[in-house]
């Protein structure tokens, strides 16, 4: 090649490269934001009437509100509202829905004040609906980290005071919103997602503080309550569910550093007594799963903790079984209701556990009362309560452990009365090419459970695993067309823990040629109908 030709040719490749790099280096650049309108959208009417939520509300609010995740601060979930009853249940009919655009399990009951609903949705979502008319006021989504292990991504509602809503983000953070606008006031850390924690409870909101728990007890998180100032976000105390060495309960730890990761989740809203001050949080079970990896009783796991609402002091606790061995987390709180005894009024606590029992005890302004226990399932791991205290003894033949099997009634699903669900799925897979899965969980009794062997360090101490497996034929899907192609032989699919409960994750598999498979929902935006009409209202 002539001498001009290379030096052309050379030339034109700099170029080339110089373009292609530049190229390159703006396509990495992260995407600017959405340019913000110039001027706010307009408050809807029923919004800018908005009643504001005042303390002595929250303390006895209007039949026709729901303010709190139970209603009232004892927990009771009642509604004075008698216009529904047996009689005309049957004749009630729809006269809105509203799709979220989230396809995972809504679990959060909708807070009504004066006519204006909020619903806390998985996806990081809080909507504001016209609870008359179904139409969507505001949304609220905070973007989840693409990093974050979210084991059970659901929220369980919001907590409400004055104009603010306060939402507990999945990414452990607390986020108050403007009632009227949807728009963020101000956000506050809890902890750090990065190391376990998410959130997926209700914020308790009491003596102008907004309190919630944090979840992770799978992942070797230390489990604890913190409140925040209602007003400014500043966090006010943190109330660990495993104390320190050198605080009291530590002595019923292990020496060393297991502590730190000793679970005790807190991931269902706490009860409020306004006339103690206190409030009372139920904890999750400790970690690891299996007792004989954190010997001694655990506290404050598996129990129920008083609190004092203005320091964060634990002034109680009750713990309704120790070293926890059987997942039977006691994350509920328990209803604060008086009862006689004796001859006497007792203000009482009042709490059906996992562990099969229904526990009657009492309130004090610095301690939890045992008063008394009784099975309500059938249950053969307590042989019997000590009289005085409450604390069970155990059937060591019933209690599993590192590589020991052992049979148990309650199961690790915990008590239950008439619990049977079963769900079916339809989701979309988002791949390069388009192609659509159907999935649909399988009675349990198909599904024969396979316990392997005890591990240690799983994700930062776990300690246990478990596996099923489904001993039937599971579809691929074949991409570009709606035909699945079928794979003999069996499937294998870890148990997850989802709200408290474990279940059985179906088996899906995708055809090996699929370079990416993401399940997500529809991309078409949520929208309102009302029933009988075609045409989307406002929103």
């Known amino acids: ?153 659901t929220s369980r509602g919001v907590g409400l005071l004055g104009d603010k809503v306060y939402f507990a983000a999945a990414d452990a953070v607390l986020v108050a919103l403007d009632a009227k606008t949807g728009n963020e006031v101000w956000n506050a850390t809890v902890e750090d997602y990065r190391n376990g924690y998410y959130m997926s409870l209700a914020p308790l909101v009491a003596d102008d503080k907004v309190m919630v728990g944090v979840s992770g007890g799978e992942l070797g998180v230390r489990g604890f309550v913190a409140a925040f100032d209602a007003e400014t976000g500043k966090p006010a105390w943190k109330a660990y569910a495993v104390p320190a060495p050198g605080e009291p309960g530590s002595e019923t730890w292990p020496t060393g550093d297991q502590w730190k990761t000793g679970g ?89 556990a996992r562990n099969g029992y229904l526990w009657m005890l009492e309130r004090t302004v610095d301690k939890i009362n045992f008063v008394d226990g009784k099975p309500f399932v059938k249950q053969n791991v307590f042989t019997k309560l000590d009289p005085e205290t409450g604390r069970p003894e155990i059937d060591p033949a019933r209690k599993p452990g590192t590589g020991k099997k052992a049979e148990f009634c309650p199961s690790l699903w915990g008590a239950r009365i008439g619990r049977r669900w079963r769900t079916a799925r339809r989701r979309v897979c988002s791949m390069s090419q388009p192609m659509t899965i159907s999935v649909t969980r399988l009675p349990e009794s198909r599904l024969p459970i396979r316990r392997v062997s005890v591990i240690r360090g799983w994700r930062r101490r776990l300690g246990c695993s478990l596996w099923f497996r489904v001993p039937t034929t599971s579809a691929s899907c074949r991409p570009g067309t709606s035909t699945p192609a079928r794979r003999s032989g069996p499937s294998r699919s870890p148990i997850r823990h989802f709200g408290g409960r474990y279940w059985r994750p179906p088996a899906v598999c995708c055809s090996w040629a ?8 529809p991309s078409t935006p949520p929208t309102a109908r009302s029933c009988g009409s075609s045409a989307p209202v406002r929103g």
Request: proline residues 11%; aromatic residues 8%; glycine residues 8%.
């Open 1 to 153: 090649m002539p001498r001009n030709c290379r030096l052309q040719a050379t030339l034109v490749a700099s170029v080339l490269a110089t373009v292609l790099s530049a190229t390159l280096a703006s396509a990495q650049q992260p995407l600017p934001p959405l340019p913000k309108p110039e001027t706010p959208p307009p408050v809807h009417p029923i919004l800018q009437s908005y009643k504001p939520v005042t303390a002595d509300r929250l303390k006895q609010p209007e039949d026709s509100d729901w303010l709190m995740y139970r209603r009232t601060y004892d927990s009771w979930g009642y509604s004075p509202l008698a216009q529904i009853a047996p009689e005309n249940a049957a004749r009630l009919k729809p006269v809105w829905t509203l799709v979220t655009g989230q396809v995972e399990g809504h679990q959060a009951p909708p807070m009504v004040n004066n006519g204006v609903m909020f619903v806390a949705t998985p996806g990081n979502q809080v909507l504001a609906i016209d609870a008359k008319k179904g139409d969507l006021l505001w949304r609220f989504k905070r973007p989840i980290p693409e990093d974050i292990l979210l084991l059970h991504p």
């Open 264 to 352: 005790g989740s807190v991931w269902i809203t706490g009860a409020y007594d306004p006339a103690t001050n206190l409030t009372f949080w139920g904890t999750g079970n400790g970690g690891p799963w299996m007792g004989d990896q954190r010997p001694g009783d655990n506290l404050y796991t598996s129990s129920t903790m008083a609190i004092d609402a203005t320091t964060g002091k634990v002034k109680g606790h009750f713990q309704y079984h120790p070293n926890d061995s059987w997942d039977w987390d006691e994350v509920n709180p328990p209803i604060l209701v008086d009862y006689q005894r004796g001859g006497r009024t007792v203000k009482g606590l009042v709490y059906a």
């Open 514 to 521: 699929a370079p990416t498979i993401a399940i997500s929902a």
